[in-house]
């Protein structure tokens, strides 16, 4: 059983239609991600997912209907969903930001998992007072994955996390989630643009087009697929 | 006498005088920055929802031989579900309406805690008998009426609590964090309505608490919070509506200078309230984010 499976899923903004019926699934341990052009569905499929946009269809997470959940509801089964824009609460601290992702948490080892993402993250130690909102935009988005994790999520979303950062950056902030993957058994559904890093960081991806999905399969094998190489690799 | 031959003895008193009467609209101004902070209204009725939980305490003194002490903490309990109540019940099913909206469903409140508190204990004013004694208290051989003390000491230990609440707890932290991304707070898992609930439910106790203190000081009846209120909105926009410390500062300050002005400045009682209105206005004017009202740096 996978541990996401969409199947048939529209959604609508009031009267107009964003996804027009999307089929996909994510295993445990996976990376997937999915590609696609703006306005193709990609933000909408994750916003779905977390019960923040009306859907119809078929949504379920560890074999649970997902189809009338709130956006708290579904973070509390174990989805953690990194926005687009971040999701940093600007006017709160560093540390701040970082408790909150550990919200639904209780128990001695909140405070070991705290302690754990600042050894991922050395600078929010010296940063943990500083107001959210003034950090660069690179270190919003390690905050708000370092929020996401310290969650403990069976299942990560993130939202273009590489948008408008250096490439250094995104270089960074992919090999830390490659690295719980690895090593912790993560599973992550990834939304970008940058297909190249996508298709790096995934085993298996999904293209949108207009709300549909156009492409399907291996991320090696999508690759070296004429359509999606042309389209969104670029060669 | 010259209005400035004034003894320090006496000035000193008026400032204690001004302080009290401070603690009380700063904790009615606390509430309302508290409701504005978390669901964006402003509650007309903050006012007239203290001065019936004031009227509960009353009953519990009065006709159930509940002493002051007892009163104050089961009117605290009841003020919380009903501020929490009313959350829920009148203010929710207009969530997304507009400003006016909401505004005039609590000026309808207003109306309705008015009429039911003049109904049910009818409008005449009453002695509300507070805990704390008249008789004077030496400080230095300056006598300070011990009510005024009390009731300094009861506001500021409420607003300390309320401040490590919010300071200091998760749930405290969650509904800071619903208040400013309620969007972003629910993919954390916060359930934000019921956040907004408990700031209703907040700002109901702290009224209760201004009420309470004030009740002693200007007879109880029907009609007792309006002038406080008009004092706290001062005070709100004085600070800053956006800022508890500033809704404090701007309550004690307001306190204190309508005293020394009706003291020494022969304002008459009956041009105090104008006055808490003229600051009102000029605040608006001249500086909108009040004297606490922060500047918030953003990096996109």
């Known amino acids: ?24 699934t994510v295993d445990e341990g996976e990376v997937v991600a999915i590609l696609g052009a703006n306005g193709a569905g990609k933000t909408t499929t994750l916003r779905a997912i977390s019960g923040m946009v009306a859907t119809s269809g078929r949504i379920a997470f560890a074999g649970r209907p997902l189809a009338r ?41 909140v405070k070991r998992d705290l302690e754990q993402m600042v050894d991922h993250f050395p600078w929010i130690e010296e940063r943990r007072n500083q107001q959210a909102g003034t950090l660069s935009g690179g270190e919003q988005q390690m905050l708000a994955l370092a929020r996401a994790l310290v ?25 830390v989630v490659t690295r719980l993957n690895e090593e912790e058994g993560l599973t992550v559904l990834v939304v970008e643009q940058n297909a190249n890093i996508a298709l790096g960081v995934s085993s298996r991806a999904y293209v949108l087009e207009v709300g549909r999905v156009a492409v399907e399969g291996p991320s090696e094998e999508l690759r070296t697929h004429e359509g999606v190489r042309r389209s969104y690799l670029g060669y | 006498m010259l209005p400035l031959a004034f003894s320090v003895s006496e000035l000193a008193q008026q400032v204690v005088f001004g302080l009290a009467m401070g603690g009380v609209y700063a904790s009615l101004a606390l509430a ?10 402003v509650n007309f ?14 009953t519990l003194t009065e006709n159930h031989g509940f002493g002051f002490w007892a009163a104050f903490f089961v009117t605290i309990g009841i003020a919380f579900l009903l501020g929490v109540g009313v959350e829920r019940i009148v203010i929710r099913p ?29 409008p005449e004013s009453r002695a509300f008998l507070g805990p704390f004694s008249a008789q004077p208290f030496d400080v230095g051989g300056i006598a300070i ?30 509904m800071r964090a619903a208040a400013i991304g309620p969007d972003q707070s629910r993919l954390l898992g916060v359930r934000v309505p019921w956040m907004y609930a408990l700031g209703w439910g907040f700002a109901a106790v702290l009224g209760a608490v201004s009420g309470m203190m004030v009740a002693p000081i200007v007879f109880l009846s029907p009609a007792m919070m309006q002038a406080v209120l008009i004092y706290a909105f001062a005070a709100a926009v004085l600070g800053g509506i956006e800022s508890p410390v500033g809704a404090v500062v701007g309550g004690l300050l307001l ?28 605040v608006l004017l001249f500086r909108p984010a009040g004297l606490f009202g922060r500047v918030i740096v953003r990096r996109v």
């Open chain 2, 145 to 174: 009426a011990r009510q005024d003390l009390g009731v300094i000491a009861v506001t500021l230990i409420s607003v300390t609590i309320l401040w490590a609440f919010f300071r200091f707890t998760k749930l405290g932290l969650a």
């Open chain 2, 32 to 41: 309302l920055v508290l409701i504005y902070r978390t669901t964006r209204v």
């Open chain 2, 94 to 122: 207009f969530g997304h309406a507009s400003h006016l909206t909401i505004i005039l469903v609590t000026i309808a409140l207003f109306v309705v805690f008015n009429g039911a508190a003049q109904w049910i204990w009818s």
């Open chain 2, 45 to 58: 009725a903050q006012g007239e929802m203290a001065m019936f939980t004031t009227f509960i305490a009353w």
């Open chain 1, 69 to 109: 959940a709130s956006p708290e509801g579904v973070a509390r089964l174990g989805v953690a969903h990194v926005p687009e824009g971040r999701g940093i609460l600007t006017e709160l601290t560093v540390w701040e930001n970082l408790r909150m992702g550990a919200y639904m948490r209780r128990g001695g080892e």
């Open chain 1, 151 to 175: 969650a403990r999520p069976k299942l990560l979303m993130l939202d273009e996390p590489s948008l408008g950062l250096a490439p250094l950056i995104v270089q960074e902030l992919f090999r």
């Open chain 1, 1 to 24: 059983m996978p541990l996401l499976e969409l199947e048939d899923v529209q959604a609508r903004y009031g009267p107009i239609v964003a996804l027009h019926g999307v089929s996909l």
């Open chain 2, 255 to 282: 306190g204190v200078g309508t005293t020394l002005l009706g003291a020494y400045a022969g304002v008459t009682p009956e041009l105090e309230l104008p006055i808490a209105f003229v600051v009102l206005v000029l």
